[in-house]
């Protein structure tokens, strides 16, 4: 992932692949946390910003004019930001957005709502750590791995290519740790304020079945993703350009898109099939609805260039009530340890892999222990699950159920609500009733208030904040 996203849920954007960019989790007992973009710039910062920022606007990569000596442009309470900072920051958004496909702001607007994000998440940091929110190591060492696992980099290769950027090892992890820190404070204080009624449901439905522009559909793209290296040589660009048109030819010659997926593509949900799972269109990189926008249910799209490689898409589902009548099910089961002041979550993971070890050994089954260990309610049904669909668990645990065949075990995996060790018991194909589709619904409907849930706190967090704009050196 690149190591910043305009949108705060997403972090560590440069690196990944735009499917991750997109995707939607949801719920393990609560919904997934919505980030929604941060707050635009407040018109009350005046000709002095515009003249302390002088320095940042011109800082975006290729402008030789940009100032070299750093200075405070902000003082958040008592933290600094520095222009050094913002400049930093811009770069690395204008490669996001180059790289996505999307148009660059004009440099002076670019500084602004630069400097604006880092003055929110300077606000929300001294939050979390006057709440004592905390991200320990084998949290974040777990969550290093998912975004190279998701790029399809082995820990190595990923941190050799940011040292290669000028990104250090103990930066990454720091940065890291904070959009792990600020995930937390947002699941926290935002997700309580959001409910869902059948009302709402009702009226997400009305609006759906009335709406004529592709915001108001639901998809689930089918997708083959092939990636190219940074800075490829024209040879390689070519080759792998060959090989999405390859994978191309035998998804039109009538081939299975799953299986052409699972043999092409490197994508995380590659295992899966290819298949992105039904969500808004909006939820979708721009790059993707606009391919898809004419498109009819089965058919195909690609290959399209992004920063990241060449796609394949598949139309799998459209919907203007926003759920599939078909979608994959797990049956799962989990053990559940929740951190405290006795237990860590690096030594409960501890714990669930001694678990995990003596179920592959034989020594123990699974639901035996889950009933004597597990900290959630489903303990007393040996941790069942349940048959379940997409957007039912958190991310995290989300992601890890799909990468696992029938009978794996997972290694222990962090959520909001503690450390899990998850065996898939069965996978299938179900079709939905009426009552399963309206739950899905629920959950669409739900990441809709979550996005105005958050900016409405962001703007509580800011209007908190004491923010003095400093006039740069003469």
């Known amino acids: 992932m690149r190591l910043f996203s305009l949108n705060p849920r997403t972090f560590a954007t440069g690196l990944v692949c735009l499917a991750t960019l997109a995707a939607v989790g949801a719920q393990a007992q609560g ?14 910062a005046g000709a002095s910003l515009s003249r302390a920022l002088d320095g940042s606007a011109r800082a975006v990569p290729g402008n030789t004019g940009a100032r070299s000596a750093d200075y405070i442009v902000a003082v958040v309470n008592s933290e600094p930001v520095t222009n050094t900072e913002v400049r930093e920051r811009m770069a690395r958004v204008a490669q996001s957005i180059q790289g996505q496909g999307g148009q ?3 440099e002076s607007v670019l500084a602004r709502e630069v400097l604006e994000r880092l003055i929110l998440e300077k606000a929300q940091l001294q939050s979390a750590r006057e709440l004592g929110l905390k991200v320990d190591d084998y949290a974040l060492d777990q969550a290093a791995q998912n975004v190279a696992r998701q790029n399809s980099l082995s820990l190595e290769q990923m941190m050799s290519r940011l040292e290669a950027d000028g990104i250090s090892k103990t930066r990454f992890r720091e940065e890291l740790r904070n959009q792990l820190l600020l995930q937390r404070l947002r699941e926290r204080e935002v997700d309580g304020r959001v409910k869902v009624t059948e009302l709402d449901i009702d009226q997400y439905i009305k609006e759906q079945r009335t709406g004529s522009d592709l915001s108001n559909t639901a998809l689930n793209l089918g997708h083959v993703f092939i990636a190219v290296p940074e800075n490829a040589a024209p040879a390689v660009v070519a080759q792998r350009e060959a090989r999405a048109r390859e994978a191309l030819e035998k998804l039109r010659a009538g081939e299975d898109f799953a299986a052409v997926a699972r043999a092409y593509s490197e994508a995380p949900e590659a295992s899966e099939g290819g298949t992105l799972g ?4 909006d939820r979708y990189p721009e790059l993707f609805t606009r391919a898809v926008a004419a498109t009819p249910k089965g058919g195909l799209v690609g290959p399209l260039r992004s920063g990241a490689g060449f796609h394949l898409l598949k139309v799998q589902d459209r919907s203007q009530q926003g759920v599939a009548a078909v979608v994959t099910q797990n049956h799962a089961r989990h ?15 501890e714990r669930l892999a001694d678990y995990r070890r003596r179920v592959q050994a034989g020594q123990a089954r699974f639901e035996d222990l889950a009933r004597e260990y597990s900290q959630d309610g489903s303990a ?12 039912q668990f958190v991310p995290e645990f989300e992601e890890a159920l799909n990468q696992l065949e029938p009978g794996q075990i997972s290694q222990p995996v962090v959520s909001r609500f503690g450390v899990h060790l998850i065996q898939l018991v ?11 589709q309206r739950d899905m619904l629920r959950n669409v409907v739900r990441e809709q208030k979550l996005d105005k849930a958050y900016s409405t706190w962001v703007q509580e967090v800011r209007g908190r904040a004491y923010v003095e704009y400093r006039e740069p050196p003469q």
């Open 31 to 44: 919904l997934r946390p919505s980030g929604g973009s941060g707050a635009s710039l407040s018109g009350g």
């Open 104 to 106: 660059l702001p004009a």
């Open 278 to 281: 039904l969500r808004p269109a």
């Open 335 to 349: 053990i559940l340890l929740r951190p405290s002041e006795q237990l860590n979550e690096g030594q409960a993971a």
């Open 380 to 391: 007393k049904e040996g941790g069942d699950l349940g048959w379940t669909g997409p957007g």
């Open 426 to 436: 069965e996978r299938r194909q179900a079709t939905l009733t009426p009552r399963e």
